[in-house]
Structures are given as structure tokens and as C-alpha cells.
């Protein structure tokens, strides 16, 4: 199997729900050793995360010295590192003239910069190693602006930018950058708040699947497995040409405006 990832070393960002815990158990699955970081670790993954060898780190991706002691601490596995998923993020809906400056910073911290860090972080041990693959999970909305959330739309443009420019930096240490770009995924922490919040849940359901022509199609939104397979596509030896790619996984949304519902 070329997606086989034993002996192989994963530190994977807000692994505890949503798009990371599927990685993280997608990727426990294919081999690898997992160690995820996130501000409110679960403790209903114990079980599970415990039987893949999955261990769980409380890590505010905010904070330098949490990042650096969550790659740290997944060194001695198997004597190196191999996978890094940037994973943790958090929407920021809201004009710009309406949004406080803290708003803006909060957005960028978990969103960007947990990524600038994991990558600071990792990539010398990534390199000494021989090489590896980063992957960072930005969104459909880092590809196409979104009228209603500019912060979080330009954070996650700018995560597709860093994977590109990451890519050339360090293609000759055989480090490949890469990111993915869902659209709306079910069971996330980011949808189920916006449904929950919502006047009428089940109507702001169905606009997340009507958003995507395809999602539209099939009567459901993207799932966390859906992109975790993406994820450990890039991971994996299948994908050892693949670098500075920006992986659409929106059923469509990002192609522009989709026809009529008939």
C-alpha cells in the first residue's frame, strides 16, 4: 500500500473533532504514530484514540511554547517526524469596520500563525529526517472571497499562499507543502455552532448544502472522513510529486454561481 504510513510519525492541530479527529484516526489506521494538540481535548476519543495509539495533548495553537512542546513531545515515537496537519482554525464572521482589533488578531493567530508555527517547528526535524509532507486545511474561502467573513476569508487565502511559497522553499529538503479546501463539512465544530446559533437550525442546514452544487445533488453536506482522505493522500508516498497544490473538497461551491434549483 503507498498510503501506508507505518513507522511514520503525525502531529495533526485540533485533532479532537471535526476534519482533525478523522485524520488523526484515518492516518492511525494507515500506520502512522498520531499525536494530536487541542484547546479542549475530548474525553469520549479515549477509548477509541487509545486503541490507534492515538495520543491526545491539551495545546492552544495561539501559544508558541504549546506548539513547540506538542512537536516535541512526538519526537521520541519513532525517532523522528514525518506528517504535520495544520488543522485548527475558527470562523470570524463580520465587517471589517464592525470587528474589534482582537477580533481580527484571534482569527489570524489560530488560523495563520498556528500554522507558521507548527511549520517553524517541524520543519527541521521534517529535514532531518529526509523529508515529509505538511498539510494545512484552509477552506473554499480561501479561494474565492466571501462578503460576509473577510478576516477568516483572507486567513485562509493567505494559508493556501504560505503552502505555495512553503513548497519552493523547501522542495530540495523533499518537503512538501500542500494544502485542502473544504466546503461546508458536517459535524464540525465550525458548522454545528452556525446551525445551533441560527433561528432555524434546519434551514441553515440545508443553505450549507444548497451553497454546493454537488452537496445540492446528493442531499448532504461534505463529511470529516471525506477530507481526512485528501489528507492522507497528500501524507502518503501516492502523492510524492504532489506540492504547493490547493485541494478543492466543496462539492463545487468555489466553481462560481451554480444553476436554479429546478
Known sequence: MRSDLTGRTAVITGGSRGIGRAAAIMLAQAGARVFTGDLHP????????GSLGITELTCDVRRESDVRQLVERAL???????????????????????????????CFDTNL???????????????AGGGGSVVFVSSNAGLLPRAHDPAYSTSKAALVALARSLALCHAADRIRFNSVCPGPVSETGLIDDAVLAAADPKAAAE???????????????????????????????????????????DGGKSLGVPPASE
Request: no cysteine; aromatic share 6%.
Open 76 to 106: 521520541p515515537a519513532n525517532g523522528g517526524l514525518h506528517v504535520l496537519v495544520s488543522n485548527a482554525g475558527i470562523s470570524m464572521a463580520g465587517q471589517v469596520p464592525d470587528l474589534a482589533a482582537k477580533d481580527w488578531d484571534d
Open 113 to 127: 500563525r498556528a500554522a507558521f508555527l507548527l511549520s517553524k517547528y517541524g520543519i527541521p526535524h521534517l529535514r
Open 207 to 249: 443553505a450549507f448544502i444548497e451553497a454546493s452544487p454537488l452537496a445540492r445533488a446528493l442531499g448532504r453536506m461534505i463529511t470529516p472522513e471525506e477530507v481526512a482522505a485528501a489528507i492522507l493522500y497528500l501524507a502518503s508516498d501516492t502523492a510524492a510529486l504532489v506540492t504547493g497544490t490547493a485541494l478543492r473538497i
Open 42 to 49: 475530548r474525553d469520549e476519543n479515549g477509548e477509541l484514540f
